[in-house]
């Protein structure tokens, strides 16, 4: 059983700075990619960023330069620092992690309940 719990998200004036963290716990065998999406109202959900277990990175075109997504093996944890926010950053946030559990022999994606993040004008 593993799960996905995100912290971080709130209410910021545009130009403001929010930091999303995301733990994932269980019955851990390896965790591989993690990454973060987003869906605003009316929306799909889209990808954010994403980094590998060995730190490599991507992001979308819209984030690039301002967001940053880094991670902590040991904890298991996966964390989206956001600067210079946007309204159209407006959105719930979703942790999402590519994960072997000890009783698969195979990694599954799993995902967090997901956090508000609102950017006022």
């Known amino acids: 059983q593993v799960q996905l719990v995100e912290s971080g998200g709130g209410l910021v004036r545009a130009g403001g700075s929010l930091r999303l963290s995301c733990v994932a716990s269980g019955s851990i065998f390896s965790v591989g990619t993690m990454g973060w999406y987003r869906q605003a109202p009316g929306k799909q959900r889209e990808l954010v960023a994403t980094?590998?277990?060995?730190?490599?990175?991507n992001y979308a075109d819209s984030v690039k330069g301002r967001f940053t997504i880094s991670r902590d093996n040991a904890k298991n944890t996966v964390y989206l620092q956001m600067n210079s926010l946007k309204p159209e950053d407006t959105a719930v946030y979703s942790c999402?992690?590519?994960?072997?559990?000890?009783?698969?022999?195979?990694?599954?994606?799993?995902w967090g309940q997901g956090t508000q993040v609102t950017v006022s004008s």
């Open positions: 999402n992690a590519n994960i072997r559990s000890i009783t698969a022999s195979y990694h599954n994606y799993y």
């Open positions: 980094i590998s277990s060995a730190g490599s990175t």
